[in-house]
T-cell receptor
């Protein structure tokens, strides 16, 4: 079946512009996660959705970052007034449940802020 | 708070040699542990996971890992490296239902012919 998809695959934007990143999870997966991977570093958790509510948004680095999810479907991560330090690969993952259930990752969106 | 330490940001082995990638975790409760692999310009793929059913876990592509509670370790091994194993490997821990994954900083594996 179809995996997690993300769009765009690459995004180059000017400092100060807003960007919107999209994630389509695996159909039926109730949990959705956003992570950020900076060059040469591990993955940092940003936010977790269960359905369309976000019980854990502790990883969002600033109020410039926001995310929403429509039901148990698409999620969008919005970064306002982008800064150069926002340059990273943004990865989305979905899961059929918590605990031992694995998270399936999308290919990521590479964001470059110039 | 949970954390994961991966010793060695870069590991190089010869083709056919043993692969050993180290992972130590800290967690206040018994965790779930995962190893993911990331090939260049691709997303993460699950290699294997520990869910308390068995301490020795076998995964895909000939990899396995052993959970050692006394050492708080979950090292990844493969008896014989293949050129196609060259990638970045991430160890991750999760505490409970619905919780986020906390990742180590990754180990880049190079395989020499």
């Amino acid at each position: 079946g179809a995996g997690v998809s993300q769009s765009p695959s690459n995004k180059v934007t000017e400092k100060g512009k807003d960007v919107e990143l999209r994630c389509d999870p695996i159909s039926g997966h109730t949990a959705l996660y956003w992570y950020r991977q900076r060059l040469g570093q591990g993955l940092e958790f940003l936010i977790y959705f269960q359905g369309n509510s976000a019980p854990d948004k502790s990883g969002l680095p600033s109020d410039r970052f926001s995310a929403e999810r429509t039901g148990e479907s698409v999620s969008t991560l919005t970064i306002q007034r982008t800064q150069q330090e926002d340059s990273a690969v943004y990865l989305c993952a979905s899961s059929s449940g918590g605990g031992p259930h694995e998270q399936y990752f999308g290919p990521g969106t590479r964001l470059t802020v110039t | 708070a949970q954390s994961v330490t991966q010793l060695g940001s870069h590991v190089s082995v010869s083709e056919g040699a043993l692969v050993l990638l180290r992972c130590n975790y800290s967690s206040s409760v018994p965790p779930y542990l995962f190893w993911y692999v990331q090939y260049p310009n691709q997303g993460l793929q699950l290699l294997l996971k520990y869910t308390s059913a068995a301490t020795l876990v076998k995964g895909i592509n000939g990899f396995e890992a052993e959970f050692k509670k006394s050492e708080t370790s979950f090292h990844l091994t493969k008896p014989s490296a293949h050129m196609s194993d060259a990638a970045e490997y991430f160890c991750a821990v999760k505490k409970s239902s619905g919780d986020k994954l906390t990742f180590g900083t990754g180990t880049r594996l190079a395989v020499r012919p």
